[in-house]
C-alpha cells in the first residue's frame, strides 16, 4: 500500500550527538516537510522540500538539517544545536502544485533526551 | 504571515450529540484551502475534512461539516451524532495557493466524547 514510513518510532539522542530520523514516501509526491510538535502546540514547520535536491526553511529550522538526494526520502538531522529537541516529529508528503491533495503524514518519530 | 486560532482548548460532547469546534484565521490571500485534521491518541494525523476558500458551498464528509465564512475568516468544525472514536485532538489548518502548500496549525482542540 502507498504510504509515508517513519522510523524510527522512538530515538534518544544523548548530549552532543547529533540523529537522524528517517521518512519514506512511496506516494510519488514531489513535495515532503518536516513538522514539530511539542504538548498544547499545533504543528510547526521546520524544512520543506518541493523537489529533488531542493529545500527551504519552515519557521523552527534551527539546530536542524536536512536532504533531498532522492525524491522518495526527506531525512532529518537533529544537530546538537537544537538544545531543546525533546518532541514528536511528524512527516508529510503533498503533491506540489495539485491542490485538491491534501497532505499524508507519517506515524511519527518521538524524540527524547537521555 | 497566516495564522490560524483555535480558541478552545479543551472540550467535551455527550455520545450522539452535537459539537462544534471553531478556528479563525488570518490571511491577505483570496485563494486559499482549510483543512481539519484530527489526531487520535495513536499521534496518527487524520484529515477530517477540506474546504476551498473559492467553494461557498460548506463541505460535509458523512458527520463532518463545516460553517465557512469567508469574510469572517472563520472555518468550525461540527460534528453531528458523536461517537467514542470521535475524541481526539483537532487541528485546523490553513494551506496556500501554489507556492508550497506547507500548512499552518492551530494549536488544537482536545475533543471529549462522554458516553
Known amino acids: 500500500d502507498g504510504g509515508i514510513t517513519q522510523s524510527p518510532k522512538y530515538l534518544f539522542r544523548k548530549e552532543g550527538q547529533n540523529v537522524t530520523l528517517s521518512c519514506e514516501q512511496n506516494?510519488?509526491?514531489?513535495?515532503m516537510y518536516w513538522y514539530r510538535q511539542d504538548p498544547g502546540q499545533g504543528l510547526r514547520l521546520i524544512y520543506y522540500?518541493?523537489?529533488?535536491?531542493?529545500?527551504q526553511k519552515g519557521d523552527i529550522a534551527e539546530g536542524y538539517s536536512v536532504s533531498r538526494e532522492k525524491k522518495e526520502s526527506f531525512p532529518l538531522t537533529v544537530t546538537s544545536a537544537q538544545k531543546n529537541p525533546t518532541a514528536f516529529y511528524l512527516c508529510?508528503?503533498?503533491?506540489?502544485?495539485?491542490?485538491?491533495?491534501?497532505?499524508?503524514f507519517g506515524d511519527g518519530t518521538r524524540l527524547s533526551i537521555l | 504571515a497566516q495564522t490560524v486560532t483555535q480558541s478552545q482548548p479543551e472540550m467535551s460532547v455527550q455520545e450522539a450529540e452535537t459539537v462544534t469546534l471553531s478556528c479563525t484565521y488570518d490571511?491577505?490571500?483570496?485563494?486559499?484551502?482549510l483543512f481539519w485534521y484530527k489526531q487520535p491518541p495513536s499521534r496518527q494525523m487524520i484529515l477530517v475534512i477540506r474546504?476551498?476558500?473559492?467553494?461557498?458551498q460548506n463541505a460535509t464528509e458523512n458527520r463532518f461539516s463545516v460553517n465557512f465564512q469567508k469574510a469572517a475568516k472563520s472555518f468550525s468544525l461540527k460534528i453531528s451524532d458523536s461517537q467514542l472514536g470521535d475524541a481526539a485532538m483537532y487541528f485546523c489548518?490553513?494551506?496556500?495557493?501554489?507556492?508550497?502548500?506547507?500548512?499552518?496549525f492551530g494549536k488544537g482542540t482536545k475533543l471529549t466524547v462522554n458516553p
Open positions: 508529510a508528503s503533498g503533491s506540489y502544485g495539485q491542490q485538491n491533495q491534501p497532505q499524508h
Open positions: 506516494l510519488n509526491h514531489d513535495a
Open positions: 522540500s518541493q523537489i529533488v535536491n531542493d529545500f
Open positions: 490571511t491577505s490571500e483570496s485563494d486559499y484551502y
Open positions: 474546504q476551498e476558500a473559492y467553494k461557498q
Open positions: 489548518a490553513y494551506g496556500a495557493q501554489g507556492g508550497s502548500e506547507k500548512l499552518v
